[in-house]
């Protein structure tokens, strides 16, 4: 039944979609040049080294068609992007609507409304104010990066007085986190559990903020959020039922050129509101959280670029009275470096990439290589490979040792 709805609210949206989009198309006002149509046919296979707790080979396996459309008329602007797939694993199609969104442009500030993708923060796959939802799964299957991000179902308004740029976002519609299929992954903690989403209401309600400004040439943001973890937590009084404690989040970011490169760094305080003691086992304590980064050409078509990130728990004795004999337990001081390295031949048809987590505190790692090419403009193809290992079975990376997988992405443009 809950999939039955689902599929009619897509249909509803997409119908209403259509509706506008024969609007716009039949106003003499909109010429041809206002209207964009693009989108590509994708393979994406990723089979495992080790057999998935189902007993199949294949974390991925699937086969989409994905349709952009834009359409302008100033000061409007329209865009969706639709991916139609088909999952062979469980062989079962769906439509995914990733984004869909109206614009509004002014001089002095413009909003977008409806399901939208927002990036914030300055780390490389190290996320600390870029609080909106991710997947996980997408990431350490073999999808292509760009699947990484998952849309919100909200409001973004940007305001630009002479002083500073804001960004306000509304988020009424709580999106969590996507991490690995427990069917396709082997994992620590793989138990099936009921999932209690925060309900829509105002007091529900995400509110994001951030203030940013160039200053001498270097990249200068504040930010601040009001809402839910997007990892869930178990329930204090049901072990069986995960939810989203309350979150709060204070930061900053400075990004600027520096020894030749360009220099990054971002910190953040997590506020725990649910538990500010840290008294409760199940709820995770405040935070405090810091990344710097470092990005370098070294040679012609070469980059490399190297991240050192930690995190800090607060009220750490609190957490040691309340740890049950038998739970792993955690570090107050969790750090990791990263490192990535990018070289471009062949007229830039031939990307070699590698990139990779190394957790100093938690001694496991995350190894991504990847080769590219770009057969015409309109076609390419990659292969590549997630390896991951570790000391223990509960660590973020260790925990996916026996799930190595290499994969195979081909793609078709238009």
């Known amino acids: 039944m809950v999939g039955t709805n689902r599929y009619k609210l897509k249909l509803t949206w997409c119908l209403y979609c259509l509706a506008f989009i ?4 039949l106003s003499k006002n909109v010429a041809a040049s206002d209207i964009s149509v693009n989108g590509f046919f994708q393979g994406n296979y990723s089979g495992g080294l080790n057999a998935n707790p189902d007993g199949g080979d294949f974390k991925l396996a699937d086969e989409r068609f994905q ?14 992007k639709t991916d139609t797939y088909l999952d062979n694993v469980v062989k079962k199609g769906d439509i995914d609507v990733r984004e869909l969104y109206f614009d509004y442009v002014t001089q002095h500030w413009d909003s977008r409304v409806g399901r939208q993708i927002i990036t914030w923060g300055v780390g490389d796959l190290i996320f600390i104010n870029d609080v909106f939802p991710k997947n996980y799964n997408a990431f350490f299957s ?3 990066m760009e699947y990484m991000k998952k849309g919100i179902d909200g409001v973004k308004i940007g305001l630009y007085p002479d002083f500073a740029s804001l960004d306000v976002v509304v988020i009424p519609f709580f999106e969590p986190n996507s991490y690995p299929d427990p069917e396709r992954f082997q994992m620590y903690d793989s138990v099936k559990r009921d999932e209690e989403k925060p309900v829509i209401s105002l007091k529900n309600t995400e509110l994001a903020f951030r203030l940013y400004k160039n200053i001498s040439g270097t990249d200068i943001s504040l930010y601040y959020y009001h809402g839910f973890y997007r990892q869930p937590s178990l329930s204090s ?35 725990s509101v649910d538990d500010r003691g840290g008294t409760d086992l199940m709820t995770p304590n405040s935070q405090t959280k810091f990344l710097a980064g470092y990005q370098k050409q070294l040679w012609e078509d ?4 190297l991240q050192y990130y930690c995190e800090y728990m607060n009220d750490y004795s609190e957490y040691e009275k309340t740890l049950v004999e038998g739970y792993p337990k955690e570090k107050q001081l969790k750090n990791l470096i990263s490192v990535r390295l990018t070289q471009i031949l062949l007229h830039q048809t031939l990307r070699l990439s590698f990139f990779s987590f190394w957790g100093i505190s938690d001694n496991d790692y995350l190894i991504n290589p990847e ?6 403009d309109h076609i390419w193809a990659a292969v590549g490979a997630n390896v991951f290992g570790g000391q223990k079975k509960w660590t973020q990376f260790g925990q996916f040792d026996k799930n190595d997988n290499v994969y195979v992405q081909l793609r078709y443009e238009f």
């Open 142 to 144: 073999g999808y292509p």
């Open 237 to 271: 009084d049901n072990q069986m039922t995960l939810i989203y404690p309350r979150l709060t989040t204070y930061g900053m970011s400075l990004q600027t050129m520096g020894l030749d490169g360009i220099l990054s760094f971002e910190a953040g305080y997590y506020d």
């Open 371 to 376: 080769i590219k090419y770009n057969f015409t």
């Open 22 to 25: 024969n609007i716009l198309l």
């Open 302 to 305: 070469f980059t490399a670029g």
């Open 67 to 80: 349709l952009k459309l834009a359409v302008k008329k100033e000061p409007f602007k329209f865009f969706i």
